[in-house]
């Protein structure tokens, strides 16, 4: 061992490239080139994730609005902060972010250029954790392990803000999902249901769901990562947006009421849905997609029946596409102890 690897403490810094375990219905993850992930950085994250230290009060952990049992999302419309006050968008859930094209934002609206930079603003979001990065850094840096994690992970005994934001970002990076009974049928080890076949007909059909186009395959992913308008408000001018969305990161009116395409990995886990978690079932975001979309100049082009109010499907095909959507479930990722509480 190379003695410049070992601090005065004992500790080593030699870190591990971390290995993800492959799901069988996503691609291999890409590579992290400005923070490779590493076995004692991802770990590191995980515990940061589930520690309500990152919290002004040590009340609340980012696992507290983001539960693994969810897919890492939450199940009220908006989730409550420290001082009991609601946030202003449903939790959008957070697995397989490190696919997500790197220049393209992240959150509902895109605010945070690079996922370490996401990883640390609901620290400082009043109306979430609510704390300082200082004091993130001061109560971290007095953990009986937490110092010794940091050196074991980036060979630096100062923390910063920026290590936490790392470590944190690489838990987030490592959290995969695709291995759903639809990955199943399509890797050849079982079947849909005749209903499911429907769905799945309709999901990808011009005449039936239309779904496809936001939420295509996409080397499965179920998401074009995209900033899109679905018509979900009924305005005429940008200023009559409850929420300006993307529009208020870009400054450009045409982006007004855009927010970013979530993946429907796990969706039947998820609910509620939109940016705004307004549809408490998925049979309600069917109706929505089916009848109620508002035919706005925002709305997006892709939205190619907003005319008619929806694509008008019937109950059966609502029922059918739903099928579908549960079929990309993935039963394994709750139990996955690499995303559990490590405490």
Request: charged fraction near 20%; hydrophobic fraction near 35%.
């Amino acid at each position: 061992m190379d003695p410049e690897l070992i601090s005065d403490e004992g500790w080593v810094y030699d870190p591990t490239p971390y290995i993800a375990l492959q799901p069988m219905g996503i691609p291999p993850l890409p590579a992290s080139v400005d923070n490779p992930l590493t076995v004692q950085g991802v770990q590191l994250g995980q515990k940061l994730f589930y520690d309500p230290i990152l919290s002004a009060d040590s009340s609340l952990s980012c696992s507290s609005c983001h539960s693994v049992k969810h897919a890492f999302s939450d199940t009220t419309q908006f989730s409550i902060g420290i001082d009991g006050l609601p946030g202003k968008r449903n939790a959008m859930p957070i697995f397989n972010l490190g696919y997500q094209p790197y220049d393209n934002g992240f959150f509902w609206d895109g605010r945070a250029t690079t996922l370490e930079d996401q990883a640390v603003m609901p620290i400082q979001d009043p109306l979430e954790m609510h704390e300082i990065l200082p004091n993130v850094v001061i109560k971290v840096s007095r953990s009986d392990f937490y110092p010794q994690l940091f050196y074991e992970a980036f060979g630096e005994k100062t923390i910063t803000s920026d290590l936490v934001g790392k470590a944190l970002s690489q838990f987030v990076k490592s959290a995969l999902s695709g291995n759903s009974k639809y990955d199943k049928v399509v890797a050849g080890m079982g079947f849909l249901t005749d209903q499911e076949v429907l769905g799945f007909e309709l999901f990808n059909s011009l005449e039936g769901g239309d779904c496809f186009h936001c939420h295509g395959y996409n080397g499965g992913l179920f998401s074009d990562y995209q900033y899109r308008n679905n018509g979900i408000d009924l305005v005429s001018h940008f200023t009559e947006f409850p929420d300006p969305g993307y529009g208020a990161i870009t400054g450009d009116t045409s982006d007004y009421g855009k927010f970013k395409t979530p993946t429907l990995r796990n969706i039947a886990l998820t609910a509620p849905y939109m940016h705004d978690g307004r549809f408490a079932t998925l049979e309600e975001v069917l109706d929505y997609y089916s009848e109620q979309v508002n035919d706005t100049p925002f709305t997006d082009n892709f939205m190619q029946f907003a005319f008619q109010g929806g694509v008008q499907l019937t109950e059966d095909e609502k029922a059918a596409i739903i099928a579908f959507l549960k079929t990309l479930t993935d039963e394994t990722f709750e139990d996955n102890p690499a995303y559990n509480n490590p405490f």
